[in-house]
């Protein structure tokens, strides 16, 4: 069994793909984090929007955004220009002030969203009725050419508010100062209050890391089980497994595999811990600069002790079943369609992984914590948000080591019988009668 860990182990760590892996995983995850927020920002550059004002009150607000804004250097300068239109976005203003038909004037803007011409075309109208100051229930409308444009529409929609909202304030006699004063934005805080009294900071930045880890988590270990079960499948195909048997028990071959893999990951895990670790400690003071977030702060002790149980866990876990369809099929075709539907339900805590973040004490989140199979994932995630009662974490690594104990017994059984079978993939009482047989 050692012989297979050390043969398994050293063949996956000298491949070129895994040290490139091993560094540029990280990059690919930073970048499926951080790529989308950007795309979102690229999407409102150069941005154009024609609003027609039937009050004729809001040219101002308006018109504000074509301003440069100056860089914030406070974090209340920051809240207040986050409150503002990105300059980016140019606006076409009209005073549409006593016009009898706002619709109508309305119309030529809306045939410029048609336009071939990119100097003259427009990405989107905004339409102010003219009873807009005065009405209890207003509506205002926003054409655009996607249907999906709401981050212009909310932005639009903030800055017409606003403004219908400070002259509604000045014609009842309060000056400019003593608006901006009485509607000026209030930030809030996040922050955590352990059981013991201690405060810890929270936020999106908790979110954000927690579903990093959590990944770190799930995705070695789907990878690497798909490994053991090509090389079983290659094994097989190639009579290999035929001769390893002769030397040693099934179970032991198996044992070995899975152990030899489960090193592999766990370097690979590791490199990358020790990436983020270095990244956050040099990244700390910039973060602090310019978010006020301390990275350090959102991870502890107790956070790199959870993570290598929980990977263990979640790892021997699923890669059974790996082992399984690698053993009962004969190619890689067949196993993965095996494999597929198996895994999105594995995957079930992965797809509510939002829900389990956002409320780690809710039932859901709860019940998957200390259920087979689900418990890792999601209790590891509990851990990092939240501070679940000792008895849960206690019942979840419990549970999950009945578990792997019970899919190894399973698995070497349907894999004694499973590595010496060709032909058609059994069904499932053919695997029953494998487990007795076995």
């Known amino acids: 069994m050692l012989a297979v860990i050390r043969r398994e182990y050293l063949q996956a760590v000298r491949k070129k793909m895994f040290i490139v892996m091993t560094f540029l995983f990280p990059i690919l995850m930073a970048g499926a984090f951080t790529l989308p927020s950007l795309m979102m920002a690229k999407s409102l550059s150069g941005r154009r929007i ?28 920051a809240l207040k220009q986050n409150r503002d239109m990105p300059t980016p976005i140019d606006v076409d203003y009209l005073d549409g002030r006593g016009s009898a038909d706002l619709d109508a004037q309305a119309k030529p803007y809306l045939d410029r969203m048609a336009s071939q011409d990119k100097k003259n075309r427009l990405d989107g109208v905004l339409v102010v ?5 005065t009405a209890t229930e207003g509506h205002m409308k926003y054409y655009s050419r996607s249907a999906t444009d709401f981050i212009a529409q909310e932005r639009l929609s903030s800055i017409a508010n606003r403004a219908i909202q400070k002259d509604r304030l000045t014609t009842r006699g309060l000056s400019a100062d003593e608006i901006e004063r009485l509607t000026a934005r209030v930030a809030i805080d996040p922050v955590q209050l352990s059981k013991t009294g201690e405060q810890k ?26 490994e053991i079960m090509r090389g079983i499948i290659q094994e097989k195909t190639d009579r290999v497994v035929e001769v390893l048997i002769s030397s040693m028990t099934p179970a032991q071959l198996l044992i070995g595999k899975i152990l030899g893999v489960a090193l592999v990951g766990l370097t690979q895990v590791g490199v990358w811990l020790l990436m983020l670790a270095i990244i956050a400690g040099y990244g700390t003071a ?4 310019a978010t006020g977030v301390n990275i350090l702060g959102l991870l502890h002790a107790s956070t790199f002790i959870y993570f290598v149980i929980f990977f263990l866990l979640a790892y021997l876990t699923y890669v059974c079943v790996y082992a399984i369809a690698g053993a009962i099929c004969n190619s890689e075709k067949e196993a993965q369609q095996l494999i597929a539907p198996i895994s999105m339900l594995m995957m079930i ?41 000792a008895w849960h974490v206690a019942l979840s690594i419990a549970v999950s080591i009945a578990t792997i104990c019970c899919f190894f017994w399973v698995t070497a059984k349907i894999f004694r019988v499973g590595i010496l079978s060709y032909g058609k993939r059994p069904t499932l009482p053919e695997l029953w009668r494998w487990l007795k047989v076995a």
Request: no cysteine; charged share 15%; aromatic share 10%.
């Open 50 to 77: 024609a609003v027609v004002d039937g009050t004729g009150r809001l040219r101002e607000a308006f018109t504000h955004a074509n301003e440069e804004a100056p860089k914030p250097r406070k974090p209340e300068d």
């Open 129 to 133: 009725p003219k009873d807009t100051l």
């Open 201 to 226: 900071s929270g936020g999106i930045a908790n979110f954000i890391v927690g579903f990093i880890l959590a990944a770190l988590v799930l995705i070695p270990s789907f990878v690497y089980g798909l």
């Open 286 to 289: 910039m973060a602090m600069a």
């Open 349 to 389: 805590p992965w797809f509510l992984m939002a829900a389990i973040i956002t409320n780690p004490e809710s039932s859901i989140a709860v019940g998957f914590s200390l259920s087979p199979v689900f418990g890792p994932l999601t209790m590891f995630v509990r851990t990092l948000v939240s501070e679940p009662p």
